[in-house]
């Protein structure tokens, strides 16, 4: 199971918190052996971190990920079993995928969908 851990400074700036998120990354390794990333952005008031533990991708999955233009980015624990029926639907209408990780269908959501993404079924049970 992965690990994750953002913050978000406002107009102060994320960048005070630097030595927290040093201490998340080095207490969540743990949960995700296979790599680590923390992504600073919005001039260093939004910083996301993320401890890697490979299922889906191996080679390519590494997050945080972003959209082509990387205007969008998202940290995710988690799997999204029908994943490639979404990125399928989303090639279709022209989004351009780098990896092959469940989680990129996220950004790509996000630009057809907005907040509205959360309305689709993203994954199912049983």
Known sequence: M??????YGGKSGAAQYRPWLEEASRLLRHRGPDGSACLSRMGGRCLLGHSRLAIIDLEGGAQPIGNEDETIWVILNGEIYNY???????????????????????????????????????????
């Open 2 to 7: 992965c690990g994750i851990y953002g913050v």
């Open 84 to 126: 490639i029926e979404i990125r399928e639907r989303l090639i279709a209408q022209g989004h351009r995928f780098r990896t092959h990780s469940d989680t990129e269908v996220l950004v790509h959501l996000y630009e057809e969908k907005g907040h509205s993404l959360l309305d689709v079924r993203i994954c199912h049970s049983g």
